[in-house]
Every structure is written in structure tokens, then in C-alpha cells.
């Protein structure tokens, strides 16, 4: 016990910052249920989170948005509680709660004063089993989310842009789907669709249980298999197999809306995280916009002045290849062609000559710090474990700090060579209404 | 409960690492942070807080937008957003080098009632940190290049912000609720007032109001009292105080009749804004405010507001009221968006819930329920360095007082029933309000 502590209190001198997540503590209940723990005892909060793999890519064409709506019928009230009292009950005990979907995962959260952490962890394993879902609620329910979407999606045009550059890039897998779901799927969804998805994915098998906070983890886990036990397995289920087949050359996708400035989206086809190549593609979005001093930044918005703002990031925590993502909104007057082949350049730049020493310095120094802020909030933290654990474990954690680490300039170069080409790439394009695409 | 109520995208750079952490949790019994005035006048707020080896600052100067000439409306913002674009020995691009290669923020924001400066640091890069902050306080030279790159910034935002119906909708509020009164004009400035800003008028500005006895800094995280006072010592010793003239503000004017402001957009939904004015945060009413307004629509899915108009009819996904309680004075609104053919439908419904409060008792529940939340959420607000640092300038200025964590539980808690019919009677109005359509008119206004 003793040379164990020792051990960590050297790692520590030795390295302060470049600790990994050593302190997450899982277990595994009867039912499947995993549970991944984390001591904080900065303030006296917790949050506790649930997530379930499920989400776009397990639905089915006609029934896009099934995940999304199923996670707002979440709210609706259980056997149990009755109607109405998930966030009211969560509220009333101080504490705040939501929850999101994506294409692989739904998640859950509640944040609240830490010694009140049973409450959520009752209320979670509640509506896991004892969901409620009305005929009228489910078309109440339905309205809400074609609101919801008419908000972030049809009156949003960079947005929309968005959407089609997905719909196009992919074309056969199911990433292609917008996770709020198609407009005229939305208005088929019904009870029947929502009990059955419910009933596959809703299961402790299907889940994780995560807890960060000023929590002792022996009695939260107590908490959580006298909650959690009681809820049966769910049956096995039959992992989504999509894949994506060959691109040939560059696609391109026009919106036409009512909007002020152009915008430009490109995306290119890219591996996911737990590829070798993903730790340089990171630091290769780093370096390109990485802050004011990045490369997209300096040129296209503070040299050439061409651009409202400019970005790159890479997406890669997918459980298949996803996307890297390259885009700028124009600033006043600029040519749309002129901000597409600019932005085009940069990365062209790239590709021909490796990055200097010092701008991989950065993006690693800047990924590297932003590990320790995050850790700031507790939300965050918790939100990062439930990540690397849907696209294949918290573990990858350390794995990824490690993989950044060693990155060097070449490595940069080459995986822009790689994978920044035609046929890996969809672009979309926003032109204001009234503008004619010249 | 949404696809993303928060901002969704994970990115790769919102990891963190773990550290090993022991002791209990401070859960701030009596003042939460020490406070001295120093002697060239800044007030200085400290809370060491060792769990993780970074350091978070606010420096928060009252040169917002209120102490502007209306003329030159965008003044206090563009001085503020050009700080951190070159000083006497540092250029724009070293700046942002400097910070960014170490992983640290240093970043700027305007506002109304006073203007931030935020740096993020690890502990180890402390010192570079203050001297990037001091450098960008005391030295900035606001070159003609940089002020001209970012007007043209500014403008083209101000275009940008024309696609997003909610800030037209919330730009056109403001601006008939409070009239002449600097809150009611944006930040940001127009296209017009910022090309009236010289040079001249930037520099006179930051040398008027950017001095010490007119600053709040409020320092968070792992750095002792002495560590603090050296670095305060070596990078502000040359900020001098100065003194700053009182100026008058103008008084908003209250409404008599409803006024609607119709803008026509080519959208599938209505954004609806419904208020008025409403009351300043040092207003005792605030805390009885508080409660009435989380039964109203501020309290979430616990709302009246998001109950009748979300859960029960299906009309909108996000509908919401708040009280925006600001220095000199303050607003009440509504908000949500609907498609256009039933914006006539969920405004009457936002009438009817004013009004209702406006005529009967809350129920005991949703008094116990609000009280409940107030009180047992406080926790969440001040449970991180960077929560604590900003918590921190709002209770130096708006005069909360040190033990305002134990006093808010007391003034909560303390609202009666008749307190909320009171205060919804004295600051909600069913007659006199403005109400803002942003939307395809036609389709919401029939008949229009």
C-alpha cells in the first residue's frame, strides 16, 4: 500500500501535468450495468449521468428521429411518478438536469448538491423500466420537436448547410441521418415506434452509469445497485453494421436561403479516434484554428481580412470514421469563390510543407492545458468519460493523451496529405437569397 | 429537452486529466472570498483554491457602454475588443502567440454596465499571464490598422447577427423599451456610430475609465495571498488611480399602450418577445421578483409558461421569462418561437399566465417548490474557479456583500405568497408592453 502511494505521488513530481485518468473506478452489476466513478471533492456538488448507446445510427429509414423524440418522451412522467415530475422533482431538490442525443449515444445528466445524489439515481433507474408514453403525449411531444427543429434547422441557413453537407458526404451510412430526424419522418412517428426502441435500448446491459463529484464512491455505488439492481436485463442487441462505400471525386451541396454573409463548409471523410492517425489529425486542427494565433485565423480573418471567422476541427470521436471539418463565414463582401479557394490554400499549405516545431508545440501545449481547465467543472468531466466510453472506452483517455504527445511535424504533413483530398471531400455552400451563384 | 440545449459539439479539446484530490469540500459558511481595496484603488477579490494547478482572473473595469457618448454609440465595446490587438512592446499576433502556446485564454468582452477582461492560466504560466493582462490594461496603442480591422469585424458580426431572428427580435425590444437610455442600444454600436469613432475618442476613453479605482479584479484558483501580491506588485505598479466624473443617465420612459414592432422574415416560425421595463438588481423587490418569475417562466419545466404553452399545447420548444436586473435599471420579457399560424395562439396564452399572476396566489406548492430550487441550486453557481471568479464581480458590483451565500437563503426564503401577487402586480403589465414579431408576418399576423 505504502509503495503504491509512492508511486503516485512521483508520477506526480515528476510530471504534475501529464497525469491520465487514473482515477476513474468501474465496476459492472449483475444486470450488465456499467458504473464509472470519480471522487471530487472541489465544491459540494455532483452530477449524475446515464448514457445509453443508442441514437441515430440505430434507426431506420421513414424513422429518423426516433432517438431524439424517445429522449423528450423521457420527461414525460413514469408508472411510478406519475405525469409531469422528472425536472420539477430534480428542481425541487436544487438541482438542474437535461439530457442530449447523437448519432451513437443518449445521455442523461443531473447536477445538484452532492449529498441529494440519490435522488437522481432513483429517478434514472425509474424511468429506465416504468417510462409512460401516452398517445396524446406522444403527439404533443412531436410538435415540440418539429418546433425545435424548425428553429436550429429551417430558420437556421448555416445549419442547413450543415445538414446537407451530412446528407451528401455520406452515403450509405446511417450518418447521413440528422439526429432531430427529417421533417416528414418526424410526422410519422408514433407510440408503437417509441415503445419498441424504448424497450430494445433501454436496458442496464445498453448502459452506462457515471458519477463525479464530492461523492464517497463505496456509498453512491451502494446507492446505485439498490436503484439500478432492481431493473432486469434487457434482451441482446443486434449491433448497428453500416459501413461507408468508396467516394469518387468531390461532392458539392448549394443552399439557397434567406441569409446576410456566404458561408462555406468542407468536410472530408477521416478515421476515428481510436485510428493511429487520429492523435495527428487533432493537432493538424489545432494548428489551423488553434485560437487567434492559428493558421485559418491569420490568414483568412486578420491578413486577408476575407472572413468573418474561420475554423477547422476534427471529429473523431465516432465509434466508425467520421469527418474533418474545415469552414469560414465570409465578412462583408467577400466573393464567395475567393473565400473557398483562400481557405483551400491554407490547407493545401499543409500538405506540401510540414508545420513548424513550435506550432506543434502549441497545439499540443494548448490540448494538454485544456485538459487540466477542463477538469474545472464537473459536468465536463463526466461528459468526457461518457464519450471516450461510447466510442470504446474511457481507457482511451490516456491513450490519447499519449498518442498527442508523440505527434511530430511529418506526421502533421502526412495525414494532410492523406486525407484533405477530393475524394474524401463534400463542400457546401450558403448563398444568400438573392444572390445568384455566379 | 433537446437534441443540444446545450452546444453539442465535443470537440477533442474538451478533455481534462485527473488528478488526485483530497480534503473536503468548502461549502463557503460565512465570506466566500477575501476582499481589500488597495491603495491605487482597485478592488481585489481572492479565493485560493488548490484542487487544481490553475489560476483564473476577472478583471472587470466599469467603461461599458453606459458611460458612452450615445453619439458614438459601440465606443466602450471597440476599445475594449481592441486591448488584446497590440500594446507598446507586443503586436496583435505576439499577443495572442504568447498566451495560446502555453494553452492560457486572455480574453475580452464588452457589456452595458462594465466591460471584462478574462485570463485562464495554468499555475505554472501565472507570470506571463499577468504580464500579458497588465500589458494589454496599461499599454495598448490602438494602432489606426487594428481599429480599422476590427470595425470592419464588427460589422460584419452586426450582419451575421441579422440572420439570427432571436437577436433581431431582442435588438428591436430593447430598443423600444429603453428608448434613449444606453441599454437600449446595442453594445456593438451600428454601422453608423462606429464609423463616426476615431482614433482620438478610443484613447481618451481608455484613459478615462480604464484607471484602478474604476476596476474590479477578482482572482481565483491555485495562487497564494503572497504569490498574488508579488505578481500585483511587479506587472500594476504603474496604474495610478486617476478618479472618475459621475455622469447622469437618462431615465426610460414608461409605455401607456401595447406597441407591436412587426419584422417581416422569410422563416417557418414567429420569435415572439413580450415585456417592459422592469427593476434594477439592487431593487429589494429582486429576491420576491425572483421567485414570482421562476413560477412565471423562469423555473423550466416547474414554469407555468413551459407547462401550458410547451408541455400541455405543443406550441414551442423553448419558452421561457426573465427579468434581465442590470445597474441602472432592467427588463422583463417573454420569449418563444412558434410557427407563424399559431403566434396569435401562444401570445394570448403568455397574457393569460402574466395575468393570472398578476390576480391570484400562487399556490403553496409552487411557492415551496421555487423557494426550494432558488436556495438548493446555489451550490451549482459557485462550484468552479471560473463560476467563483465571475460570482465574485457581481457581488462586488452590484453590492451583495461577502456573505451573500448565506444572506440570499435568508431573502429568499423569506417571500410570502402575497409578496409575489405584490411584486407581479407592481412589475408585470397585461396593458402597456411591447411585443416584437420577427417572422413571416403575413402567416402570424393575419389580416395584417
Known amino acids: 500500500m505504502k509503495i503504491f502511494k509512492l508511486f503516485v505521488l512521483l508520477a506526480m513530481v515528476l510530471s504534475p501535468f501529464t497525469a491520465g485518468a487514473v482515477n476513474v473506478k468501474e465496476y459492472t452489476l449483475e444486470n450488465g450495468l456499467k458504473v464509472l466513478i470519480v471522487e471530487d471533492h472541489k465544491a459540494p456538488t455532483a452530477t449524475f449521468q446515464i448514457w445509453y448507446r443508442v441514437g441515430a445510427v440505430n434507426e431506420k429509414t421513414g424513422k429518423t428521429g426516433l432517438s431524439h423524440l424517445l429522449e423528450h418522451m423521457m420527461f414525460k412522467g ?15 431538490a436544487g438541482g438542474t438536469d437535461n439530457a442530449f442525443t447523437t448519432r451513437e449515444y443518449t445521455a442523461y445528466f443531473e447536477l445538484l448538491a452532492s449529498d441529494r445524489i440519490g435522488l437522481p439515481i432513483e429517478m434514472e433507474a425509474d424511468r429506465m423500466k416504468n417510462l409512460a408514453l401516452t398517445p396524446a403525449s406522444v403527439l404533443s411531444e412531436r410538435d415540440v420537436v418539429m418546433e425545435e427543429r424548425r428553429m436550429r434547422y429551417e430558420d437556421d441557413p448555416q445549419n442547413l ?54 461523492v464517497d464512491p463505496a456509498d453512491v455505488l451502494l446507492k446505485i445497485k439498490e436503484s439500478f439492481g432492481k431493473v432486469p436485463r434487457g434482451p441482446e442487441i443486434k449491433e448497428a453494421k453500416a459501413g461507408e462505400d468508396s467516394q469518387y471525386g468531390e461532392k458539392r451541396a448549394y443552399v439557397k436561403k434567406e441569409a446576410e454573409l456566404p458561408y462555406v463548409l468542407s468536410v472530408y471523410k477521416v478515421p476515428a479516434i481510436v485510428d493511429e492517425d487520429g492523435f495527428a489529425l487533432d493537432v493538424l486542427a489545432g494548428i489551423l484554428s488553434g485560437g487567434k494565433s492559428s493558421r485559418l485565423y491569420n490568414s ?115 495525414v494532410a496529405g492523406k486525407y484533405l483530398v477530393a475524394d474524401r471531400k463534400t463542400t457546401g455552400i450558403l448563398i444568400p437569397a438573392g444572390e445568384e451563384k455566379k | 429537452m433537446g437534441q443540444s440545449r446545450e452546444k453539442l459539439k465535443i470537440s477533442l479539446r474538451l478533455l481534462f486529466l485527473f488528478l488526485v484530490l483530497v480534503g473536503p469540500a468548502p461549502a463557503f459558511a460565512g465570506r466566500m472570498a477575501d476582499r481589500e481595496v488597495l491603495p491605487n484603488g482597485v478592488v481585489l477579490l481572492h479565493e485560493e483554491r488548490s484542487g487544481l494547478p490553475i489560476v483564473r482572473v476577472v478583471l472587470a473595469i466599469k467603461a461599458g457602454s453606459v458611460v458612452e457618448p450615445a453619439e458614438k454609440a459601440g465606443l466602450a465595446n471597440l476599445t475594449a475588443d481592441l486591448l488584446n490587438e497590440g500594446t507598446e512592446k507586443r503586436s496583435s499576433k505576439q499577443i495572442s502567440g504568447e498566451i495560446e502556446f502555453v494553452g492560457g485564454e486572455l480574453g475580452t468582452s464588452g457589456g452595458a454596465d462594465f466591460i471584462t477582461v478574462t485570463l485562464s492560466v495554468l499555475k505554472k504560466d501565472v507570470d506571463l499571464g499577468f504580464d500579458l493582462l497588465s500589458d494589454i490594461i496599461l499599454n495598448p496603442v490602438f494602432s489606426e490598422d487594428e481599429i480599422k480591422r476590427k470595425k470592419a469585424v464588427i460589422i460584419s458580426s452586426i450582419m451575421q447577427q441579422k440572420e439570427e431572428p432571436g437577436i433581431v427580435a431582442s435588438k428591436a425590444f430593447k430598443k423600444a423599451i429603453f428608448g434613449n437610455h444606453p441599454y437600449g442600444r446595442p453594445v456593438e454600436g451600428t454601422e453608423e456610430s462606429l464609423d463616426t469613432i476615431a482614433r482620438r475618442d478610443i484613447i481618451a476613453f481608455h484613459s478615462e475609465y480604464y484607471v484602478p479605482d474604476n476596476a474590479i479584479l477578482s482572482v481565483v484558483g491555485d495562487i497564494t495571498k503572497k504569490e498574488l501580491r508579488a505578481l500585483l506588485d511587479r506587472y500594476f505598479k504603474g496604474w495610478e488611480r486617476k478618479g472618475v466624473p459621475e455622469k447622469p443617465l437618462p431615465v426610460p420612459g414608461h409605455l401607456s399602450a401595447p406597441e407591436i414592432i412587426k419584422i417581416d422574415k422569410d422563416l417557418t416560425q414567429a420569435n415572439i418577445i413580450l415585456g417592459h421595463l422592469g427593476i434594477g438588481r439592487e431593487n429589494p423587490d429582486f429576491y420576491a421578483v425572483s421567485v414570482m418569475n421562476y413560477i412565471l417562466g423562469g423555473g423550466g419545466f416547474a414554469s407555468r409558461l413551459m407547462d401550458n404553452i410547451r408541455d400541455n399545447k405543443g406550441l414551442s420548444y423553448d ?39 398578476r390576480t391570484e396566489q400562487v399556490t403553496d406548492k409552487e411557492l415551496n417548490d421555487a423557494k426550494s430550487y432558488l436556495t438548493g441550486s446555489f451550490p451549482l453557481r459557485i462550484d468552479s474557479n471560473s463560476k467563483i471568479a465571475s460570482f465574485l464581480i457581481g457581488v462586488e458590483f452590484y453590492n451583495l456583500g461577502l456573505d451573500y451565500v448565506d444572506k440570499y437563503k435568508q431573502l429568499i426564503e423569506s417571500v410570502t405568497k402575497d409578496d409575489i401577487l405584490r411584486v407581479a402586480r407592481k412589475y408585470l403589465d397585461t396593458k402597456a408592453y411591447v411585443l416584437v414579431v420577427v417572422g413571416n408576418i403575413k402567416q402570424a399576423i393575419p389580416g395584417d
Open chain 1, 78 to 92: 413514469t408508472s411510478e411518478y406519475g405525469p409531469k415530475t422528472f425536472s420539477q422533482t430534480i428542481q425541487r
Open chain 1, 161 to 214: 448547410v450543415h445538414e446537407e453537407v451530412m446528407a451528401a458526404a455520406f452515403k450509405n451510412h446511417p450518418y447521413r441521418w440528422p439526429v432531430i430526424g427529417w421533417m416528414s419522418d418526424l410526422k410519422t412517428l408514433d407510440p408503437e415506434d417509441l415503445i419498441a426502441h424504448y424497450k430494445t435500448y433501454y436496458a442496464p446491459n445498453n448502459a452506462v452509469a457515471i458519477v463525479v463529484g464530492d
Open chain 1, 300 to 414: 483568412l480573418v486578420y491578413e486577408k481580412q476575407l472572413a468573418l471567422s474561420s475554423w477547422a476541427s476534427y471529429e473523431g470521436m465516432y465509434r466508425e470514421p467520421f469527418l474533418f471539418y474545415a469552414g469560414a463565414t465570409a465578412s462583408r463582401g467577400t466573393k464567395m469563390e475567393e473565400l473557398e479557394k483562400t481557405l483551400l490554400d491554407e490547407l493545401e499549405k499543409i500538405k506540401n510543407a510540414a508545420p513548424s516545431e513550435r506550432e506543434v508545440q502549441k497545439a499540443k501545449n494548448q490540448i494538454e492545458a485544456s485538459f487540466i481547465m477542463e477538469q474545472d467543472s464537473m459536468y465536463m468531466q463526466a461528459r468526457t468519460i461518457g464519450t471516450f466510453e461510447m466510442i470504446g472506452g474511457w481507457r482511451l483517455i490516456d491513450k490519447y493523451l499519449e498518442g498527442v504527445r508523440k505527434v511530430t511535424p511529418e506526421d502533421v504533413r502526412r
Open chain 2, 319 to 357: 419558452v421561457h421569462s426573465f427579468f434581465s436586473a442590470n445597474k441602472y435599471g432592467g427588463s422583463f420579457q417573454a420569449g418563444l418561437q412558434t410557427k407563424n399560424r399559431t403566434a396569435n395562439a401562444a401570445i394570448g396564452e403568455i397574457l393569460k399566465e402574466m395575468e393570472r399572476m
